[in-house]
């Protein structure tokens, strides 16, 4: 198992603005994940974080507004850039902890609001 | 593409009855199953996991059986508490894939057990 730290767990922001997430995990991990859940709605993944190189992003979203950092082993940021209501979500970081084929485990997420 | 499908929600439940949450799915490959819980204001917590065919996930008295004949993975339980009140989702991941650690999720189905 692993402790994943997300940070802030919650906000609120106006339009136009970005925000800054940041994950940590107690231990090194390969594999970052980050998650988005729409209000009343599942999880989509956003995106794939791995130490050393680009994040790979999934169908529908985009560098220029989710940029993501992955300085080291135990951390990694998503910044939600030029926020509209629409992006008001909870923004979720996962981990895959162990050999390949792990189940992945969840921070708390992140419950932003744009207004 | 992969795809998992659950029974909407809300579920309501008095105490001590019996749960059944149905899932299904579709995958090209061997995918594994997953079950995961979000209680109200947290992310989300591993329930349990089946990764072949006939395997039966169980934890907390809940319990899962990956059916590959009829491509389901119904999670149940026999005595539910007000404490199992929350959000279940059902995912998947094929390994088989390059990007198999990817989960797919269903749609989430809120259980509400009333004392």
């Known amino acids: 198992s692993a402790v994943i730290s997300q940070k802030p767990s919650r906000d609120i922001c106006q339009r136009g603005t970005s925000l800054t997430i940041q994950c940590q995990v107690d231990?090194?991990?390969?594999?970052m994940f980050w998650y988005r859940q729409q209000p009343g709605q599942s999880l989509t993944l956003i995106a794939t974080?791995?130490?050393?190189?680009?994040?790979?992003?999934e169908s529908g979203f985009v560098i220029d507004k989710f940029p993501i950092s992955r300085p080291n082993l135990t951390f990694s940021t998503l910044t939600v850039s030029n926020m509209s209501p629409e992006d008001s979500s909870i923004y979720l970081c996962?981990?895959?902890?162990?050999?390949?084929?792990?189940?992945?485990?969840f921070g708390n997420g992140t419950r932003l609001t744009v207004t | 593409g992969d795809s998992v499908t659950q029974m909407e929600g809300p579920v309501t439940l008095s105490e001590e009855a019996f749960l059944t949450i149905n899932c299904t799915y579709t995958?090209?490959?061997?995918?594994?199953l997953f079950w995961y819980v979000q209680y109200p204001g947290e992310g989300l917590q591993l329930l349990l996991k089946a990764t072949k065919a006939d395997d039966k996930g169980s934890n907390k008295g809940f319990e899962a059986t990956y059916r590959k004949e009829t491509t389901s993975f119904h999670l149940e339980k026999g005595s539910v508490q007000v404490s199992d009140s929350a959000v279940y989702f059902c995912?998947?991941?094929?390994?088989?894939?390059?990007?198999?650690?990817?989960?797919?999720f269903g749609g989430g189905t809120r259980v509400l057990v009333k004392p």
């Open positions: 995958a090209t490959g061997y995918p594994s």
């Open positions: 231990s090194q991990v390969t594999m």
């Open positions: 995912a998947l991941s094929d390994w088989a894939k390059a990007a198999g650690n990817k989960l797919t």
């Open positions: 996962s981990v895959e902890v162990g050999a390949r084929g792990s189940p992945l485990h």
């Open positions: 974080a791995n130490q050393g190189s680009e994040a790979t992003y």
